[in-house]
Nanobody
Framework: VQLQASGGGLVQAGDALRLSCAAS????????LGWFRQAPGKAREFVAA????????YYADSVKGRYTISSDNAKNTVYLQMNSLKPEDTAVYYC???????????????????WGQGTQVTVSS
């Protein structure tokens, strides 16, 4: 299984970015795909997740109302639309896949089975 994250960059506060996570090498119908982020010196934190069907989404309180996670099953790709970006959103963003799709496991990075490489998001003030 491979997860390929892309779309990061350097933007100004208030701008938007869309991250993509392309999944390959497996069958993902029973999985959820999540986004995590890690800022320098901080622990990896949950951002958002979506069941592969797209029926259920989960968001961290810090991004609720600004970020939107979505999926395109035909392309095996999950997107993270990030609007109204803030300097505190600066981090390396990772996508990951988890087979145990329950509320408690979705939020925990150590529950995830597969990880993609990170993509850097930098928001300047």
């Amino acid at each position: 299984v491979q997860l390929q994250a892309s779309g990061g960059g350097l933007v100004q506060a208030g701008d938007a970015l869309r991250l993509s996570c392309a999944a390959s090498g497996g069958t993902f119908s029973s999985y959820a795909l999540g986004w995590f982020r890690q800022a320098p010196g901080k622990a990896r934190e949950f951002v958002a997740a979506i069941t592969w069907s797209g029926a259920t989404t989960y968001y961290a309180d810090s991004v609720k109302g600004r970020y939107t996670i979505s999926s395109d099953n035909a392309k095996n790709t999950v997107y993270l639309q990030m609007n109204s970006l803030k300097p505190e959103d600066t981090a390396v963003y990772y996508c990951a896949a988890v087979s145990s799709v329950v509320t408690t496991t979705i939020l925990r990075p150590y529950e995830y089975d597969y990880w993609g490489q990170g993509t850097q998001v930098t928001v300047s003030s």
